[in-house]
């Protein structure tokens, strides 16, 4: 170890109880040896049985038709899911004007994030409405078996596969972490199944005998694969691996404007590859909290002075990150365009 390690050794070990899921990052989650040992093994099975705790207090929340579908499947679909006048003006504020913005480009893919602060939201009602939607909130926390408040923002999804021939690394089935967490989209134009829709592999939310021991066995060598995003902790999955744990294959989500699906993204989900050049436009939520709190209060992002404040304080952070240590942010500002121009990254 170098004297820097020496320094973060101790962040190490805090991350073993909070959401850290890199054993390339984390050289104590990417030990062969402990994990060999269980501790991979450990962490999921602990965190799964939190979720399933939390989620018996928070059942409450939701519809009980639409959460018996989601406990079986892992995700919730509601069609028109808006009244059809606030859904035209969702759709006039959102393409009608340019808004503060950043862009992060995978493969072949440029994913576009619209920042929405309170200054945006204020001159925007419907766009306003939408993001703070009840029942779209707490579907969002049952999926992510957590209270608070997710994070938000306009997301466009640009793929340009004959301008860039690259893979998008987004379009392997993969879980997003350990552990239950959610990502909810409302779609703002009809999504085909030749449009790269969302994908996801119903079921696969729960955890089996068979899902932890494929967690297992991925865990012992994911520090040395050279899937970059399987190292870091997003693990990969292959088709043939699917069918081996008794999984269907993946099904595409093409839907009409108007839906929003809420899932839970411990699943096997992905993004569809294109042949063709597409842009998906949607409201776009995600919910990440420390998997291993047995409550589902005491939320910061909750804070009145935070509340929809959490991507752009975020973003602020990243940026200060980048300037003071050199940890470079993903996500490029880009200034204020107009939502569905081309890439800019």
Known sequence: MTPLSYLKAPFWVLGLAGTDKSPRKNPILGSARLNEWGLHRKRVATAAALAASRRRRLAGLVDPEQRAFFDENGYFLVKDFLPEAVYRQLKEEAFGQPLPTREMRQGQAVTRMTLLPPEVLRRNPALAQAVRDPRALNMIRYAASQGGQPLNFLQTVLVEPKKVQKKDPQSDAHADTFHATSKAWLFLQDVGEEDGPFFFVPGSHRLNKERLEWEYECSLTAAKDKRSHHASGSFRIRPDELSALGLPQPVKMAVPEN???????????????????????EVHWHMRRN????????????????????????????????????????????????VRSQAHV
């Open 259 to 281: 839906t929003l699906i809420v899932a839970d993204t411990f699943a096997f989900h992905g993004r569809t590859p294109s042949a063709k050049p597409t842009i998906r436009s």
């Open 291 to 338: 998997p291993f709190l047995p409550w589902t209060g005491a939320d910061v992002m909750s804070l009145p002075i935070v509340r929809d404040r959490g991507m752009p304080m975020l973003m602020d952070l990243a940026d200060v990150g980048e300037k003071t240590i050199g940890m470079r942010n993903v996500w490029r500002p880009v200034g204020e365009v107009m």
